[in-house]
Structure formats: structure tokens, C-alpha cells
């Protein structure tokens, strides 16, 4: 079958294709406009990524809408991701909204 790899050396590689695969990719048309226009209204903002919390930050940072946000919320924070709605429920807890009212 093959030399086993280290998990850890495993992990890191995986993370740095994921980096350069991603890094390029524009921010979806709208979506600035949308977050803005929800800013306006007095709308709570967040994200919630199965990704880790240094990547979805410097994602939101390079695409310039980070300060858009009230919350993000993303793997470090729980215990279990997507499918499971953990991380779901902590965006609207921190965001004080029933989750039944987000988007």
C-alpha cells in the first residue's frame, strides 16, 4: 500500500493547496453590496465556516469586508461543523437573533 504519511505533514500540505487554490478566487458578485445594504437596514452580519478561524479572517480581510461583519464564527469555535448546525446556532446566539430569523 505504500509509506503511511505524518498526519501533521499530511494536514499542512493540504492546508497550503487549499491557500493557493483559494486565494485567487474573487468575492462573489453582490455580495458586498448585500452585506452594505444589510448594514444600512441595522442588520446583524455574520459568517459561519467549517474552515479555521485564521483562514476565514484573512479571506474576509483580503476581500476587504471583514469590518462588514458583526461575527464569524468558524471551526475553532466549535465542537462539531457542517452538517451539524453548531455552527449555525453560535452565529445567531452571538448575533442575539432567534435563528429562525437568519438567512
Do not use: N, Y
Not at 458586498?32 to 459561519?48: F, N
Request: charged content about 30%; proline content about 7%.
Amino acid at each position: 500500500m505504500g509509506e503511511a504519511l505524518p498526519r501533521e505533514e499530511l494536514q499542512v500540505e493540504v492546508r497550503a493547496a487549499s491557500a493557493r487554490l483559494s486565494e485567487p478566487k474573487p468575492l462573489l458578485p453582490g455580495v458586498e453590496a448585500l452585506l452594505r445594504d444589510a448594514q444600512t437596514r441595522g442588520l446583524g452580519r455574520a459568517v459561519a465556516s467549517s474552515s479555521s478561524c485564521g483562514w476565514v479572517e484573512g479571506w474576509l480581510r483580503r476581500h476587504g469586508i471583514r469590518d462588514l461583519l458583526d461575527v464569524v464564527v468558524a471551526r475553532d469555535d466549535v465542537t462539531r461543523v457542517k452538517p451539524d448546525p453548531e455552527l449555525f446556532l453560535l452565529a445567531a446566539t452571538r448575533l442575539e437573533t432567534d435563528p429562525g430569523a437568519c438567512v
